[in-house]
């Protein structure tokens, strides 16, 4: 049987995190859903608990990570990103609050075209961001400045950072496994199941890697 955890989710209304949120209930773990919106998510359990927040300067950090195992942010807003890094001023609000709550896993999902520190993007890829992508470089250089400072200053942290590929909302594709070199545009709940598997996964602490589906 599985062990009951808590999740503290960021992003939860999204289209990833409505799949993770669904998830992880199913597999008998209780939710705190943090919402801009409450309504937006579509469901209810007893185990689930939605509580409304707007990143950044989300009231009552402390108090939502109470009695918390996993921390997950699955966040992103094109338009704010393009006029601030309004992720990297929420992860250096959340770092400390949960060091005060003694919280030390988290998981972050940013973007596959989105440089990882002291890395650079293949060429391919580069293209593709400054190209057909244009318009989400704001997003990806705010995932840049949080893998900076995650790196940089929290390392205490059992952080990891998956940059998904992320292309529909069809059914699942199958199951993505995590690489420091090849990407899958996958479907969300296929990068749902990788992020719920991969936060309890000691050995993806530390990274900033890609997913990619695995070969049949």
Avoid at 69 to 91: E, I, P, Y
Avoid at 168 to 196: C, M, P
Wanted: positive net charge; aromatic residues 6%.
């Amino acid at each position: 049987m599985t062990q009951q955890k808590t999740y503290l989710v960021f992003g939860a209304t999204g289209q990833t995190g409505q799949h993770f949120t669904a998830l992880a209930l199913k597999q008998g773990h209780k939710v705190r859903a943090v919402a801009r919106n409450p309504t937006k998510l579509a469901m209810t359990h007893p185990d689930l608990d939605v509580r409304q927040g707007t990143v950044p300067g989300v009231a009552n950090l402390d108090d939502l990570l109470q009695v918390v195992d996993f921390v997950v942010c699955m966040l992103g807003d094109r338009q704010m990103q393009k006029q601030q890094k309004v992720n990297t001023a929420f992860v250096r609000e959340l770092v400390p609050a949960m060091r005060r709550a003694g919280v030390s896993r988290l998981l972050y999902q940013a973007g596959g075209l989105s440089k990882p520190p002291g890395r650079q993007l293949p060429p391919l890829f580069r293209v593709i961001r400054n190209t057909v992508a244009r318009s989400y470089i704001g997003q990806h250089e705010d995932n840049e400045a949080v893998m900076e400072y995650l790196t940089q200053e929290a390392g205490d942290l059992e952080w990891m950072v998956h940059r998904a590929g992320i292309g529909s909302n069809g059914s699942s594709k199958g199951v993505l496994e995590r690489s420091s070199t090849s990407a899958s545009i996958g479907t969300f709940q296929d990068v749902a199941a990788y992020n719920l598997a991969t936060v309890a996964d000691p050995s993806a602490i530390h990274t900033c890697d890609l997913s990619s589906y695995r070969k049949r």
